[in-house]
Every structure is written in C-alpha cells, then in structure tokens.
C-alpha cells in the first residue's frame, strides 16, 4: 500500500562526515519496478544530505562538493525519470533528478557498505511533497536494495563499449612503450564504427578519447543509459614473455585459475585508494546488487562467441572462455564481458598492436562475435 505524501521538505542529516577537499565520487542508477522507480545514490564517503521535492524534480544537497560521472546524465528508457544534473554551489553541491511528469517521494532510507542513499518515487498527479522529518539517521536493519525484476525480453537496441584504462591509468605497457590505454581506445572505435554501420545499433562508450574513468563510473554509463551488452577491451601482459593468444571473460566470484585471479586482481586496484581489497563478501552483495547473475548464462553465450571469432580471425592460440571476479562486469545489469585480446608483453604481438589493419582484425572479430551473439539472442526471443 503506498504511503500518503504531504506538503513540506524532507531533511535528513545522515552520517555527517568530516568536510572532504576534493569532490567526492556519486555513482547514480535507478531501476523501474512495479509501480514506483527506486534511485540509488552511491559513494565511497557517507555525506550528510537535504532533500527537497518538487512536482517535476527532486532535489538532494549535499555539505560538500560532489561530482557525477558527468555533468548531466541522460537517463534513457526510464517511466518516470528524465535526467540527472549535478551544480556546485558554495562548498556543497546539489544532486537534481528531473521527472517525466510528476512525481513523489514514496520512503527515503540509507545502506552502507557501500554507503548509497535510496529513494522509491511514485507517480503524482499533483506530486504532494512529504511533511517535515526528524533527522534520520542510517537504519540499523535498513529496507534491502533489492536488484530490479527480470525485465521482459527485448531486442538488443544498445551497446556499451568500454574501452579499458585512460588517463593517468596506462594500464600494461610493452617493450617498446605501447601502452594499453592507447591499443583499447582504438580497436574500442573501430568497434564503434563497425557496429553503427553495418547494424545501425546505438552505441555507447565509457570514453572516447585520453580520459580516465573509474570502474564504478563505466558500469554505471552502460546501466543508466539501458545497455543491453557491456564489452570491456583490454590487451593482456603476462611475466612469460611467450604467453601469447586471446581470452574472453565473463563475471564469476572463483576464478577459472590462478592467472585469471591475478589478472582480476591487476584490473581490479582501485587507484584512488590502491590499498582497497574486494572482499568475497563485498562481491556477492555487488553480485546481488546489479542483478549480474540474471546474465550470467548470456554473459557466457556473448563470451565463447566472441572468443571463437578471435581464434579464428586472427589465428591466435585459443586460451579459451574464463571467469573471475572483475569489478567492472559485477556492476553491470546486462550481458557482460572482457576481452583481452592478445599480449601486449609478447614481442611478437606488440609490434601487430602497432599495425592498423591488425587493430581492424580485432575489431572485425569482436564484432562478428557480438553479431552471432546477437542472432542467437533474438532468436530465443520468437
């Protein structure tokens, strides 16, 4: 039964953490359930917050400056939401999600761990606003934040790419100074460019130029702009300078060997606190979270395919479809995967990584991968 909701402003002084210099990180999403839309926001700090509805917006503000993944963020496909905007003002900033049409505030509450404050909104004719509230502080056993429902099936409209590294993160570098960033942004718009032409796809990218992105942030693109397919490049590097050949990895908390969980472990450092370890814990609540295990079958299938055009098209040694925990994946409420193409360590690849027409190969086979996964995926939905 939904609660009545009446005129006023909804304050809420959670968690009041010390002021931070630098902007804090909020990762936004949402999901559509059965009557209401639940908006999650998420950060590493707890901040203390005030809300205030209005009929077409709600409005979070913050006692300290805090940054979106962009300025403002497009929320497509959503039944009541339109956009998210984030503006700096003074030393805090304000957080406004933009409505399609009117809408409510349904309960407000706070997890931790990671810390996220959550919203359930309804639709409002008239959009009341709830009375004023006593400081609430974040609940001892809190309404969980359960994944979305099983969404209906629907033909592939959107695809993310996500190039790996940017920035300051360079990610492997070979014996001649090729760096990853470098190799993943280009065979990421190779890939953009083949998908847009021959299916005519929406295609979305984590960047698209020299930038660095957080893991958080990439799955977050992907999710809030309803991807249907998240594909994370990256080339691999090994300490056996004959290791040599193409992997493809979908999400799984035990890793298929060794060398898959180390390599997780190198793709996983968090480089705004280096020291931060995933605990197994932490990875199921993620896992739960982000819905990942409804997608772990077609995480597989969109895997082995690409995989097999990899091997084939570039005549590779086949090192086969893996799993392990990589962070980026776990966050992402869709089919996912990660390619490592070839070794970037291996001398001999290295200097095809410096050839165009060998970025194109690569590019060719994760589209022809994506392409059979594709078919395979609308056929089951006849």
């Not at 010390?18 to 909020?26: A, D, E, F, K």
């Not at 055009?309 to 990589?326: C, H, I, W, Y």
């Not at 193409?341 to 050839?355: G, W």
């Amino acid at each position: 039964m939904k609660k009545s909701i009446k005129a006023g402003i909804v304050c809420a002084a959670l968690l009041v953490a010390p002021r931070l210099l630098t902007p804090i990180g909020i990762d936004f999403r949402s999901f559509d359930h059965e009557g209401y839309t639940r908006v999650v926001f998420e950060s590493k700090h707890s901040f203390a917050y005030k809300v205030q509805a209005h009929p077409d917006r709600l409005e979070v503000r913050l006692d300290v400056r805090a940054d979106l993944p962009v300025p403002a963020l497009a929320v497509a496909n959503s039944q009541l939401l339109e956009r998210v905007t984030c503006e700096h003002l003074g030393n805090g900033s304000v957080l406004t999600v933009h409505f399609r049409g009117a809408a409510a505030i349904r309960q407000n509450f706070v997890l931790e761990k990671p810390f996220r404050v959550v919203f359930d909104l309804v639709r409002s004719e008239k959009a009341p606003t709830p009375p004023p509230q006593a400081p609430v502080a974040a609940e001892k056993n809190p309404p969980r934040e359960e994944p979305p429902p099983a969404p209906r099936p629907r033909s592939i409209e959107t695809i993310c790419i996500d190039p790996g590294h940017g920035g300051e993160d360079f990610g492997a570098i070979g014996r001649s100074k090729l760096k990853e960033k470098d190799v993943t942004l280009k065979i990421g718009l190779k890939l953009k460019k083949l998908i847009e032409s021959k299916t005519g796809l929406r295609v979305i990218m984590t960047r698209d130029k020299d930038s660095e992105v957080s893991l958080n942030t990439r799955a977050s693109i992907a999710n809030n702009q309803r991807a249907q397919m998240f594909v994370s490049i990256h080339v691999n590097s090994s300490f056996r300078k004959s290791a040599y050949g193409s992997e493809t990895y979908f999400v799984s908390l035990q890793a298929t060997d060794p060398e898959a969980l180390e390599l997780a472990q190198k793709e996983n450092q968090n480089d705004e606190d280096p020291g931060e370890a995933i605990q197994n814990d932490e990875l199921k609540m993620i896992l739960w979270n982000m819905a990942q295990t409804e997608h772990i079958r077609e995480s597989s299938k969109l895997a082995e395919y690409i995989q097999n055009e990899l091997n084939v098209l570039l005549g590779t040694r086949d090192r086969g479809v893996k799993q392990a925990p990589f962070r980026v994946l776990m966050r992402a409420a869709m089919p996912a995967v990660l390619i490592e193409a070839v070794f970037i360590s291996n001398a001999s690849e290295e200097r095809k990584l410096q050839r165009e027409d060998f970025l194109d190969k690569i590019a060719l086979a994760i589209y022809n991968g994506i392409s059979k996964f594709i078919y395979h995926y609308h056929s089951a939905l006849k």
